[in-house]
T-cell receptor, first 111, second 116 residues
Framework: GQNIDQPTEMTATEGAIVQINCTYQ??????LFWYQQHAGEAPTFLSY????GLEEKGRFSSFLSRSKGYSYLLLKELQMKDSASYLC????????????FGTGTRLLVSP | GAVVSQHPSRVICKSGTSVKIECRSL??????MFWYRQFPKQSLMLMAT?????????EQGVEKDKFLINHASLTLSTLTVTSAHPEDSSFYIC????????????FGPGTRLTVL
């Protein structure tokens, strides 16, 4: 089976740094994605990790440890527009490489 | 690049009617597209995987006769909700897998379906 866990909600202050954790238990792991979703909109792609380590992309970074079944998304220099849900999704090496999503973390950035 | 469109963005229909939703990859070819449903404050639930030129693969608990999927070309997949009921009201989102870019799934803007 598949089990993906994320905190339900987090709050942070504008300009701060926040780390959103994701743990997973799955078979046939083929990579982990992070998506951002604003209310009423579709998810937008943020990052992809398939090997252990840190991937940095501007203000956003994502880390993966396959042995621990653990990933985090790091957001630096938070802005008000970063208030959104952040979805962790695991890709499976089935023929279609479908994604299984976590429940998402709602991040609220306050002034 | 990697733009996925979805049409319509919003639809309201009467109970018992059918609704067709289109999903297009605009600047890449997608042999595989996915259809998700999302209820308020919940995460995305995969309904089915759509493969160009073959039958769709449905997730457990999703009725294939109610949610008809057709993947007629490398850039178009359609989802038809047949005999819609109020409990089918939801946010339907498609994604297209870009096999040329780490198999990343890019999402369409979603279709909000309201069944009266």
């Amino acid at each position: 089976g598949q089990n993906i866990d994320q905190p339900t909600e987090m709050t942070a202050t504008e300009g701060a740094i926040v780390q959103i954790n994701c743990t997973y238990q799955t078979s046939g792991f083929n990579g982990l994605f992070w998506y951002q979703q604003h209310a009423g909109e579709a998810p937008t792609f943020l990052s992809y990790n398939v090997l252990d380590g840190l991937e940095e992309k501007g203000r956003f970074s994502s880390f993966l440890s396959r042995s621990k079944g653990y990933s985090y998304l790091l957001l630096k220099e938070l802005q008000m527009k970063d208030s959104a849900s952040y979805l962790c999704a695991v890709s499976h090496n089935t023929g279609f490489q479908k994604l299984v999503f976590g429940t998402g973390t709602r991040l609220l950035v306050s002034p | 690049g990697a733009v996925v469109s979805q049409h319509p963005s919003r639809v309201i229909c009467k109970s018992g009617t059918s609704v067709k939703i289109e999903c297009r990859s605009l600047d890449f070819q997608a042999t595989t597209m996915f259809w998700y449903r999302q209820f308020p404050k919940q995460s995305l639930m995969l309904m089915a995987t759509s493969n160009e030129g073959s039958k769709a693969t449905y997730e457990q608990g999703v009725e294939k006769d109610k949610f008809l999927i057709n993947h007629a070309s490398l850039t178009l997949s359609t989802l038809t909700v047949t005999s819609a009921h109020p409990e089918d009201s939801s946010f339907y989102i498609c994604s297209a897998r870009d096999s040329g870019h780490t198999d990343t799934q890019y999402f369409g803007p979603g279709t909000r379906l309201t069944v009266l």
